[in-house]
């Protein structure tokens, strides 16, 4: 398949994890193998426009310095309900019709979920999620698992256990979606009730046959796991603050987990984290977080070239 025809496949926009299929997640890991460390002019010309209404550091960066390895120019901006005329009222829908016409693609982080379907069904260049809300993160989910390909060899047959904010965390949903397209992947969910994962994904993995099950603490699970995928309680998302004191602590990872995980098996976090990943877990070799942010530029790097090229 040429990177042509997977565009096509891809509608030009980057909003779902759903949007993927096998062949389509095996050219751009190819690619995006094939991109590393490249710096060159392929997109010279192009310029991509990050828009970004939430907070971000590894993804609007590493989207910037893709795009910036491959010859390309970035204009954007940050803080964007206060630092774009959305202060004044102006609503997203005509933001991106008119950022639409000063680049060849948005990036688009926004806090509510459905946002990057409501700016794709406006604008006249590809929009790529880059977390919308609580709902989705297409590109974090890529780079997440090219980690889980690179770091164990194989994606099929892994048993993941997702642990954390699993009910506002965008990141777990879309790796989830992109798990179920592999046979014999197994599923856990650890996490308290009050941020356990919706029923919305759980109906989506059953309707594929993925094998899934809940649990409230890691230690249930830890014998059987390959990949443990920390994330970070969404503090920004809760309205109530007594849900948040619970849901905060509820499950961290430190030297005594480490001892009890399988010696294959790696520890996953998209980041950033705050205290549920205790620092003393960097220094073992198990704990491949930082090595899955640096995967983000070259991941980013295949999408910018399968959407630009
Ligand atoms: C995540 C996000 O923004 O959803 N970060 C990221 O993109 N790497 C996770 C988080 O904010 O906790």
């Given at each position: 398949m040429t990177a042509t025809t997977a565009r096509n496949r891809m509608l030009g926009h980057v909003i779902?994890?759903?949007?993927?299929d096998r062949g389509l997640l095996d050219l751009l890991f190819l690619r995006a193998t094939a991109l590393a460390g490249v710096r060159d002019d392929?997109?010279?010309h192009r310029v991509m426009a990050t828009l970004f209404y939430e907070p971000s550091t590894r993804t609007r960066l590493s989207f910037e310095s893709a795009m910036l390895r491959l010859g390309g120019s970035v204009i954007g901006t940050e803080a964007a309900h206060t630092f774009s005329s959305a202060i004044k009222g102006e609503t997203l829908e005509d933001t991106v019709r008119m950022v639409s016409t000063y680049a060849d693609l948005i990036v688009l982080r926004h806090d509510e979920a459905g946002a990057a379907a409501r700016a794709a069904s406006v604008a006249s260049v590809p929009v790529v999620n880059a977390g919308d809300g609580p709902g989705e993160h297409p590109t974090q989910a890529l780079l997440d698992l090219y980690t889980i390909e690179r770091e164990?060899?194989?994606?099929?047959?892994v048993s993941v256990a997702f642990c954390g904010?699993?009910?506002?965390?965008r990141t777990a949903r879309s790796l989830a979606l992109l798990l179920a397209?592999?046979?014999g992947v197994r599923l856990a969910f650890v996490a308290p009730a009050v941020i356990q994962v919706g029923g919305d994904i759980l109906a989506r993995l059953e309707a594929r046959g993925v094998e899934c099950r809940l649990a409230e603490q890691l230690t249930d699970v830890?014998?059987?796991?390959?990949?443990?995928?920390q994330t970070r309680?969404?503090?920004?998302?809760?309205?109530d603050p007594v849900e948040f004191e619970q849901a905060r602590t509820a499950i961290r990872i430190d030297g005594a987990i480490m001892r009890q995980l399988p010696a294959k098996a790696i520890v996953m976090h998209p980041?950033?984290?705050?205290?549920?990943?205790?620092?003393?877990?960097?220094?073992?070799?198990?704990?491949a977080y930082f090595r899955q942010a640096a995967n983000g530029v070259a991941i980013r790097m295949a999408v910018l070239e399968m959407l630009l090229s």
């Open positions: 779902s994890a759903e949007q993927f392929r997109l010279a164990l060899g194989r994606v099929e047959g904010d699993l009910r506002f965390g397209l592999y046979p830890l014998d059987d796991v390959d990949v443990v995928y309680v969404q503090k920004e998302r809760f309205t980041l950033p984290r705050v205290d549920e990943i205790a620092p003393e877990v960097d220094a073992d070799p198990r704990a």
